[in-house]
């Protein structure tokens, strides 16, 4: 008595079933760990005095995210300046992270462009810079906290601003 499918054809389509369900799960994976957070592409000084002067003559709508792009890059670098012992380093990447925070308000206060964006990469910015702070040695943890006061003052005012639109 048959069952109307040989063995040669249903072995096919089930590898063929198990492939296509490993491409999806893997599809899932790879688009949830691009969504989990924001990307970490590893930017040296230049490549951020870049992207900040790019903020500074990019349409208003615009300048609010590139800001907070930044700022996020600049708390990475000031995080593997620490590692590598360059303390002076990333005490002045950390001054910088504290100017780039003031002029995220500014461009916020502009236009609400991307806000929910913003918000967000701040948000996560906030967490590495407690990261780094629970680290760093006592001469950086002061400017480190000033830094992370003001972060983390911009990151309300984005705050209110996404719940008021």
Known sequence: MSTGCSFRTYIPRRTGFALLLSTL?????????AASGPDET????VALSQMELRADHAVVRDQCYLYTEVVHG???LAGRQL???????????????DIVAGKIGVAA???PKRLKNAELLLEHTSERLKDMLRAANDEERE???????H?????????SMVFAH
């Open 74 to 76: 600049l708390t990475e």
């Open 143 to 149: 400017v480190m906290k000033a830094t992370l006061r």
């Open 25 to 33: 799960m893997a599809a899932t994976v790879t688009a949830t760990a």
């Open 42 to 45: 590893a930017l040296d000084a």
């Open 109 to 111: 206060s502009k236009d």
């Open 151 to 159: 972060l983390n003052a911009v990151h309300t005012g984005v705050l």
């Open 83 to 97: 590692s590598a012992g360059q303390d002076e380093e990333a005490a002045a990447t950390i001054r910088q992270v």
